[in-house]
Every structure is written in structure tokens, then in C-alpha cells.
């Protein structure tokens, strides 16, 4: 449809009639589609049935069936803890939907299998049955019914509101709790309401014998908790009763319902009453339909002069849209995909062979390096003092990353330093230390991830466009002649690791050739700089690549400028992405020669300080005075600007560097913090990283592929003594692994494979040996928990099979018993069933037939079992083959997802606490959110460098629009530094980072005369 079809519709446009309004205004700021208030009532009306019923069996049996109800209750465990990351959350991604869906199925199809179940009177067969023809039902009906309103809308007989297409998730979500609620009252009222007269004493005449409940039943509480059956049977007494008889509607009862006409009325033995389960369903139909017209047309709707794409947008507007953390471990994630390809070709295509920096260098166009405008900028030196920021590793989450931009952009901060209170001024330069967005470089990391954070906190100019390319920067605001004459904050960026994945072609068209990131104002154009600051301080942005080091353009560049324009009093700070101090003494490598080469042989002495990011933390060593040179005077990492915290404890015994001695005045989180946040790699892996659930549930099956099925398994419990039994337990898991080393392909194959990449995951800093210990300890641990989830699944299945609840027939065991059922409750004396089989060539019982086989996969995977046990696997198809492993696998990897990400969990918790590797690994894992922290310098009047490091503990999840800022009148040509509330959005719950950031660190590096400085921690 066209635009114009979001107003009110073309016919009454063309009128220009104006919509009409009314008083039944909507309490929703939308009409709300879901039926989550339904379910609840449909549960709880089920809860109501079945316990008034049944509450008296299921207190009898409860001791009876001690070896079911265990069964059933490791069963609810296993499906809970499969679905509990998606407990009280709506997550976007399909895959969290379609467990849903997928739990339900196979849950169901193996509750109503277990006696203990059967016991309480819900006939599953019965409800799937009802459930199959009045859901297919529904479906049908409310489709067309849409489509009737979407026509109605067209000709302008309904408000525009109307033409919001409703999900067809939502049609089949309401279609499914209709059908359950009809499924329950049928199953609890029956056909027809006729008060059962004492049944509740013939039901109860066995149980009444003990003599507990004949004393004083009446009088007991459990007594008149039973009596809940006589007032269940007044209600469907009085509500699921009959409507009427088929005189009361001759045409619609015989013609819709029992098909009178199609046999001109002549059929005999037809009954008279109309159904009550036709008349609960039209009920709920109704109320649907009557809900949705009400809120469409005379409602919300009505009251709103929006059209739905203006609302959908205004709506947005009162709540930022920020992306979350990324899912490092997920296993059906595109961007993660893309990542690796990107890498992969990033090293071997632009790694030494064509190199970004090396094209920068090659088009300048001046040949002095030291005079190229493009790379040295001086416009800030003439200051009396000036404040800047560092911050790094930015583009992960949108909370987080938002957290700090709002702490950039703010005026000032005032903090308590001791026992004063300092206020520190917003930065008039931001330097960013690379990492940009995660995990890739891309349009839409860059402008999610980066931008839309940013421009949030502080917004661009009123003329900024995000599609402008510029050509010839800087590309000053308007009335802005000049760099010296703009007061505003800027903005320099250095790229990371992550940056260069597509040869640093998004950052080049992102950074290089952009005006503004969000409020700040962007005059670089090339991909490392040299700033002149006040009081001769210098910043020198470097850009390592993927290698860790500058390449020589660069090197040569930076050269002359120490030559040429540092002088011997002047001080330093190089700005590098990697902390190669760090890594270099964790990998027992040395990199960066260039870098080193640079500050040795040309600063001599003049870097006071050197920054770094890509370690998501906070750490500041400080050199230890000896009669050894110092190079470099303080060693400062902070990468806490968005993106997944990386723990500190790790790196608690670095203490040198290039020669020197240095110790830890600062960290954050503290080594204890970081090392107690390790531990939720056990308890949080997979609800943080449920994405996992699709490598992790295919390894476990490959494991354990060639040993099913376990014909003798039921062996297991001859012994009466549990000790007996575990042993039995053990003994058959030995057998079975030696089954797979001697005559499995499958389960060998994937051993080895997983054995191999075990070794290869551990980094290579460990020995040889000391990797292949733990990679075998590892790959025998997910083994171990394979072997017992096997075990478990087919004892269970065993089980079943020899008390006959399972694989009594074929695969079609429930649809012969529907056919069964529906001959004697259903009645067709008129042949509707043949004449519709007959219309449909043969399609309505077949579908019905194959949908009830592929539903109850108990039974067909227990039917299979059986065959092969008997028979063999060789006698058994090909087709019939792959149907009994995608039965098995359908139910092994609820049981398995949970385990395997428990395993690997306390693999990561062991190796990062225990040994101290998988840094990275062991906390992208966690994604974390909190502990975000940036930097702000301060080059006071008398040439001193006073550093604060700023922090926040909680990154709020939840954002309002802040009405400080909503109110703040705005002039057109008014750039947002200059406003008092220069960010959008505030916490909505909690405290607001403004509020709660705090100092972490603060120390001062004095510019002396001489070329050394002391310096105060």
C-alpha cells in the first residue's frame, strides 16, 4: 500500500472529511496484542479444573509413584533449565521464540506419556486432539477476518491505526490460547453440562476407606479444599451449558453444524443440542474481534492525530533503541561470522601487503612530514590551560557506551577528591583509543554501536546530515573562520585492532571523512596524528594495525616531528591502541619494535606518559626511581569506554618494562572484584550466552552418535543396592567409551576433532604438554557429561517401553486412537468426513495423521528403538534411520545445552583463576556491562599534568527522556555543548551515572625545566 494509506484512508482523504474523535480513550500508550493476560487466565483456569478434579489422586498416589514422579520432575528440570534465559525476558532474535515453541512441543509430546500425569485425569490425546481442529480453525477464521478489516481500513470506514499490519506471531499466539481454553473446559465439563450427581464419591470411594479422611472430613481443611469439585460442577452447570437446541436455530445449527443441508434433510439420527464447545469458541472469537476493533477504531486510535509511521517514530524517541552487548559465544550470529572471514582475509591480504597507512602516506602531498597539515595539528597550543579526555573500546553495548558519552558531554562533573570536591570541566578535546565497534567494522556497527550513543549524549549540528561525505576538512560550524577560533569539544581517533578487519576501510569513511561524532567535532583526516598542546605537552596517536607496531611512513613521520618541533623540555603522552607492555610480558613476547625504537632513540626521556586501550579495565603502573634511564614515566591502560570488562587480576605480577621497574598504583575493578567476577562463568554462562545452545547441543550428539541405542540399558537397576546401581551406572559408561574408541566413525571422529580444537583453543603461552593435559581433561569432562545425559535418556525411554507407555504400536499410535475417539463423540451421520477426504484427494486424514506422528516424537523414537533392538540398524531405512537420530537429537539437546554450557563455564572459571589464561575468553563470555571508566587530563596554567580516572560501578539498563533537556529551549543555530542539558536520556530506574561516577584514580605529572619530572602518585 501506499503512503497516503496512512492517514485515514484514500477515500475520505479525497473528501477531506477529518477523522473523528471520542471519549473512549486508551490507557496503553498502544494497543496491546499480546494474550499474556489471557494465558495467565487460561492457566490458571486449568490449574482450577485439574486440581478440583483430581487433588484427592494426586494426594493418594503421591507414594505410589515415587520412580514416575522422580522421572517427571528431572524432566520439568532439564526444560526448565534449558528455557530459564528466556524466563521473564522478550528477546528479540528468533531463536529465543522458536525455543518456545520448540519446548512446548517436545514437552508436552512427553508429559502425557508418564502415568503420574495420566493419573490426574488430563487426557493429553483428547486436549490434542480438540486442540488440532479448533486451532486450525481459529487460524483460518481470524485471517480472514484481518484481511476483511485491512479492506474496511482501504475505504476509509475505519481510523488509520487500522492499517498496522498485525503480526502473524500474534494471530497464532491468540489462536493458541483460545484452543487450550476451549481444550481445558471440554476436557473438565465434557459434551454436554449435566450435573454429575455424586461423582464425587464414586470417584472417591476407594481412597475414603482410610480411616484419616473418615474422621471429620467435613471439618478438616483438605476436606473443604476438595469441595472445590461441587463448585466446579456448578460452573459448568451453569456456563458451559447448552445454548440451545437445533429448533432454536434451524439454518445455522443444521448447516454449519451437522450438515443437514448437504443431505436436504433428510439424514437421520441427527442430534438436537448445538454443542457447547462451538459456543465457548465463537465466545472467544468474539471478544477477540471485539477487543481489537474497539482498540483499532475507537480507541487509542482515535485520540491520536499520528499515523503509524509517525507514532512509531515519536515512540522511539521517549526510548533510546541501544543495541546490546554482543553475544561472543553465539553460535547462529552472522556478524560473528563475518568477523572471522574479515580477519582471516585482513591478515593475509592487508598484513605486510597492502597497508592503509602506507596509501595515506604515499598521497601527501607535502614532502616534509613534520609541515604535513593533514597529520600535525597545533591549533590548541596557544591555551592557558586545557582539559581533554581519553576513553577506548567503545562500540559494544548501547547502555554502556551511552553511560560514558553522557559522562563526556556533561558541562562539568563535580566529585569528591578526599575530603574536598573538585569539579572537572567537559574535556575541549576527546581523544579514543580505537575499537570503535564491535565485532566488526561495518556501517551498521559503526552507526548503532558508535554513533547513535554519541549523538544521544551530545548532538551534532542542526545541518549535519549522516549520509554527508566531507571532502576538504576541517569543515568548521558556521561563523567558525578558523581551527584556533572554535571552542567547542573535538574529537581525534586512533583505530584498533577491530577497526582494521575490513583493511580500515569503515573507519577511513567514518572518521576520516566525517565532520562530527555526535557534538564533537571531527577535523582529522588521517588515521595517526600529532597534536601540539599547551605548556609543551604533545599527544602522539599512533596506529599499530593488526600487528602490534607503526610501519615506517609512519615511523618517519613521528621522527621528524621529535626532531623538528618537540623540544628538549617539551612532554609526551603516546597514544597507542594495544598496551603491548601488558601483553608482551603476559605472551612472553616482544612487539612494537618501531614504537620502542621511537621512544628510546628520538623522545629520550620526553614520554611521560603512555595510554592504551584494548584491555577493557582500568591499571596504572608507575615507574620506580633507580640510576637506570627511564623511558617512559607512567604506563596507563584504560579500556573501559562500552565495551565487555576484562579482568585485572591476571596481570597482578607485571612490574617492568623496558628496563625498568614498575609498580601498580591503581586498578579497576581490584585484582579481589575481578577475581570473584570469574566465578559467574559457572553460574551465568549460558543464561548470558543461550546462543551457545546450537554448537554446544551438536557436539554433545556427535559424542555420543554411534552408541545409540543402549538395547540392554535397563541392566542398570538389577541391583536392588543404590551403590550396586551406580556401579552398574559407571561400568556401562566405560563400556560404552570403549565402544566408541573400537568400532565408532562418528562418535571417534568428533573425539578427536573436539580434542584437537581444545588443544589449539588454549593459547600458546602454555607448553605443549600443559596444553595437551588440559585439552584431554577438558574434552573428558563434556565426555563424561555425554555419556551420563545418554545413559539418562534412554534408561528413561527403556522404562516406558516395558510398562507399555511407550512403542505398544506403529507411529501412528495417537492418530488411530483420535479416530477412535472422534467416531464415538463426534458423530458424522451425514458422511462429512468421507465427502471432505474425498475433496481434499486424500490430504485431511494424511495431514492430520503425519502432524500427530511428527508431534508424539516419543513414540516414534521408541518404535524405532524397539525395531533396531530386535532387528538391528541395518534392517532398518534409510529415512526410518534419520527420523530415529532427528527423534533423538530433538530430545538429547534440551538435556545436553544446560551441561555443556556448565562444563565449559567451569572450564573458563578454572583456567582464569587456577592458570590465569583465557582472559578474553573467560569474560566476553560474562558480558558485562558495568565497571565503565574513561580519563580526563587536565594541563594546568603552570604546566603541570593532572590526571583523573572516572568510573562507574552500575551502567543503568533503563532510559527515560530526560526533561531537563526536553524543556531546554534549543535556537537553531545553537550548538549542543553550549546547552546546560546537553544529553537525551537519564536513567529511568536507579542512579544516573552522572550521579554515581566517582574518581578512581588521581595522580599529577609535573613539567619541570629539566628533562626529567618527578612525579606524585
Known amino acids: 500500500m501506499g503512503k497516503n494509506k496512512q492517514s485515514i484512508g484514500p477515500l475520505f482523504d479525497t473528501l477531506g472529511m477529518e477523522r473523528v474523535r471520542t471519549i473512549l480513550t486508551h490507557t496503553y500508550p498502544y494497543p496491546h496484542e499480546h ?27 503421591l507414594d505410589k509413584n515415587f520412580k514416575w514422579w522422580s522421572m517427571y520432575f528431572c524432566l520439568i528440570g532439564f526444560f526448565y533449565f534449558f528455557s530459564s534465559p528466556f524466563v521473564r525476558k522478550t528477546i528479540k532474535p528468533s531463536y529465543s521464540n522458536f525455543s518456545r515453541w520448540y519446548i512446548a512441543w517436545i514437552f508436552v509430546a512427553a508429559l502425557y506419556h508418564l ?42 470506514l475505519v481510523s488509520r491505526v487500522a492499517g498496522k499490519r498485525p503480526e502473524i506471531l500474534a494471530i497464532i499466539q491468540n489462536c493458541t490460547v483460545i484452543s487450550i481454553a476451549c481444550c481445558v473446559f471440554y476436557s473438565h465439563c465434557g459434551n454436554l453440562a449435566v450435573v454429575r450427581e455424586n461423582h464425587f464419591d464414586r470417584r472417591t470411594s476407594s481412597w475414603f476407606s482410610f480411616s484419616f479422611w473418615k474422621k471429620q472430613e467435613t471439618n478438616t481443611w483438605i476436606s473443604k479444599f476438595l469441595r472445590m469439585n461441587e ?261 581525534f581517533i586512533i583505530p584498533g585492532n577491530h577497526d582494521w578487519f575490513d583493511g580500515l576501510h569503515t573507519f577511513m569513511r567514518y572518521v576520516c571523512h566525517k565532520s562530527w561524532l555526535g557534538g564533537w567535532f571531527l577535523p582529522q583526516k588521517k588515521s595517526y596524528f600529532a597534536l601540539k598542546l599547551p605548556k609543551g605537552w604533545w599527544v602522539f596517536g599512533l596506529d599499530q594495525a593488526l600487528h602490534g607496531d607503526i610501519d615506517v611512513y609512519q615511523f618517519k613521520f613521528f621522527a621528524e616531528i621529535c626532531r623538528q618541533k618537540v623540544q628538549e623540555n617539551d612532554s609526551v603522552i603516546v597514544v597507542t591502541h594495544e598496551p603491548n607492555w601488558l601483553l608482551d610480558w603476559y605472551w612472553n613476547d616482544v612487539t612494537g619494535k618501531n614504537v620502542s625504537h621511537l621512544i628510546k632513540d628520538y623522545l629520550h626521556g620526553r614520554c611521560k606518559l603512555r595510554i592504551a586501550g584494548d584491555l577493557h579495565h582500568y591499571m596504572r603502573h608507575s ?135 581444545s588443544f589449539f583453543f588454549l593459547p600458546t603461552k602454555l607448553s605443549r604438554k600443559s596444553r595437551a593435559v588440559i585439552g584431554v581433561l577438558h574434552v573428558s569432562a563434556h565426555m563424561f557429561a555425554a555419556l551420563i545425559l545418554m545413559l539418562l535418556l534412554e534408561l528413561a525411554i527403556d522404562i516406558c517401553v516395558r510398562n507399555r507407555l511407550l512403542a505398544t504400536a506403529g507411529y501412528h499410535t495417537l492418530y488411530e486412537w483420535y479416530r477412535s475417539m472422534e467416531s464415538e463423540h463426534f458423530p458424522d451421520p451425514t458422511g462429512l468426513r468421507a465427502r471432505i477426504e474425498q475433496w481434499t484427494f486424500g490430504l485431511y486424514p494424511a495431514c492430520i495423521k503425519y502432524l500427530m506422528s511428527a508431534f508424539d516424537v516419543p513414540e516414534v523414537m521408541a518404535v524405532s528403538r524397539s525395531t533396531i533392538c530386535r532387528k538391528g540398524i541395518e534392517t532398518l531405512p534409510r529415512g526410518g534411520a534419520i527420523i530415529y537420530y532427528a527423534s533423538v537429537f530433538l530430545y538429547f539437546w534440551v538435556l545436553s545445552t544446560p551441561v555443556v554450557s556448565l562444563v565449559f563455564g567451569s572450564y573458563l572459571y578454572i583456567c582464569i583463576n587456577w592458570f590465569h589464561i583465557h582472559f578474553d575468553e573467560a569474560f566476553s563470555s560474562l558480558r558485562i556491562a558495568n565497571y565503565k571508566a574513561f580519563t580526563r587530563f587536565h594541563i594546568t596554567p603552570t604546566g603541570d599534568l593532572e590526571v583523573f580516572s572516572l568510573a562507574v560501578d552500575k551502567v543503568p539498563k533503563d532510559w527515560k527522556l530526560d526533561s531537563n533537556w526536553d524543556t531546554e529551549p534549543k535556537e537553531p543555530l545553537q550548538l549542543s555543548h553550549l546547552r546546560k542539558f546537553p544529553s537525551k536520556w537519564t536513567a529511568a530506574t536507579g542512579t544516573d551515572p552522572v550521579n554515581s561516577v566517582r574518581i578512581v584514580d588521581h595522580f599529577v605529572i609535573q613539567r619541570t625545566p629539566n628533562s626529567t619530572a618527578d612525579a606524585n602518585g
Request: charged share 20%; hydrophobic share 40%.
Open 115 to 156: 502415568p503420574s500425569f495420566q493419573s490426574m485425569g488430563v487426557d493429553l490425546r483428547m486436549n490434542l486432539s480438540l486442540f488440532l481442529t479448533i486451532y486450525i480453525s481459529s487460524v483460518f477464521f481470524l485471517i480472514v477476518f484481518h484481511i476483511i478489516f485491512l479492506g474496511l481500513w482501504y475505504v476509509g
Open 623 to 757: 615507574f620506580v626511581p633507580s640510576e637506570k634511564p627511564v623511558y617512559v614515566e607512567h604506563l596507563l591502560v584504560n579500556g573501559c569506554g562500552g565495551a565487555f570488562l576484562h579482568p585485572t587480576h591476571v596481570f597482578r605480577n607485571f612490574n617492568s618494562f623496558y628496563g625498568s621497574s614498575f609498580k601498580s598504583n591503581a586498578t579497576y575493578p581490584s585484582y579481589d572484584d575481578s577475581s570473584r567476577i570469574a566465578l559467574g562463568n559457572i553460574l551465568k554462562f549460558r543464561r548470558k550466552n543461550w546462543q551457545f545452545d546450537f554448537i554446544g547441543g551438536i557436539i554433545y550428539f556427535i559424542l555420543v552418535f554411534s552408541m545409540f541405542p543402549q538395547c540392554d540399558v535397563f541392566r542398570i537397576l538389577h541391583d536392588d543396592s543404590l551403590s550396586g546401581r551406580l556401579n552398574n551406572f559407571f561400568s556401562t559408561m566405560w563400556r560404552n567409551f570403549l565402544y566408541m574408541l573400537e568400532h565408532s566413525y562418528v562418535s571417534l571422529v568428533g573425539t578427536l576433532l573436539l580434542t584437537v580444537a
Open 35 to 61: 494474550s499474556r493476560h489471557a494465558m495467565t487466565a487460561v492457566m490458571v483456569g486449568c490449574l482450577f479444573f485439574i486440581s478440583s478434579d483430581n487433588m484427592h489422586t494426586l494426594i493418594q498416589k
Open 231 to 491: 463448585f466446579k460442577d456448578q460452573i459448568c452447570s451453569s456456563w458451559f451449558a447448552p445454548v440451545g437446541s437445533a429448533s432454536d436455530y434451524p439454518l445455522f445449527s443444521k448447516w454449519v453444524l451437522y450438515g443437514e443441508l448437504t443431505c436436504s434433510g433428510s439424514c437421520p439420527g441427527l442430534p438436537d443440542e448445538i454443542s457447547p464447545l462451538f459456543s465457548l469458541w465463537a465466545t472467544f472469537m468474539g471478544l477477540y474481534m471485539a477487543n481489537y476493533v474497539v482498540e483499532r477504531s475507537t480507541g487509542w486510535a482515535l485520540t491520536h492525530p499520528l499515523s503509524i509511521s509517525e507514532y512509531e517514530k515519536l515512540k522511539k524517541q521517549m526510548k533510546p533503541d541501544f543495541l546490546d552487548m554482543v553475544p561472543w559465544y553465539s553460535g547462529t550470529s552472522t556478524d560473528l561470522f563475518k568477523t572471522v572471514f574479515d580477519l582471516m582475509v585482513s591478515v593475509t591480504l592487508f598484513l605486510g601487503r597492502f597497508d592503509m597507512r602506507m596509501m595515506q602516506a604515499a598521497m601527501s602531498k607535502v614532502p616534509d612530514e613534520a609541515k604535513n597539515g593533514d597529520l600535525f595539528y597545533d591549533h590548541l597550543s596557544e591555551r592557558d590551560d586545557l582539559w581533554f579526555d581519553f576513553v577506548a573500546d567503545t562500540g559494544d553495548g548501547g547502555n554502556s557506551t551511552y553511560t560514558v558519552a553522557r559522562l563526556l558531554a556533561q558541562r562539568s562533573l563535580c566529585l569528591r577528591l578526599g575530603d574536598s570536591t573538585r569539579r572537572l570541566r567537559r574535556g575541549d578535546l576527546l581523544l579514543i583509543g580505537g575499537d570503535l565497534a564491535y565485532p566488526n567494522p561495518s556501517a551498521y556497527t559503526y552507526e548503532r554501536r558508535l554513533f547513535h550513543p554519541f549523538e544521544d549524549a551530545l548532538q551534532p549540528p542542526s545541518s549535519y546530515k549522516a549520509e554527508h561525505i566531507a571532502v576538504s576538512k576541517p569543515e568548521l560550524p558556521y561563523g567558525v573562520s578558523e581551527m584556533k577560533q572554535y571552542d567547542g569539544p573535538q574529537c
